[in-house]
């Protein structure tokens, strides 16, 4: 597994109605961020949300834990 730490960058409304949320890979002063620089990659990350319900739950300067998992192939 592979954890990064991502702190939303913008959030905006594409054309379709659609919250476009944009993130990017933490690295400040603070010694848990400094943490997941050295052990994770560097990046960025963008999700298309279509589901209104959820439309407000991301915020510019939210943090969030983003886990990487393998998924097993059907039959291995």
């Given amino acids: 597994m592979v954890r990064a730490k991502m702190v939303v960058d913008t ?4 054309r379709y109605g659609q919250e476009v949320v944009k993130f990017f890979c933490q690295y400040s002063d603070n ?4 943490s997941f620089a050295k052990t994770t990659p560097s990046g960025s990350m ?3 949300i279509d ?14 834990y983003v886990d990487l998992t393998s998924v097993k192939k059907e039959g291995a």
């Fill in 11 to 14: 959030v905006t409304k594409n």
């Fill in 46 to 48: 963008e999700l298309t």
């Fill in 51 to 64: 589901n209104e319900a959820l439309h407000g739950t991301f915020s510019p300067g939210g943090a969030f």
């Fill in 31 to 34: 010694p848990e961020d400094n």
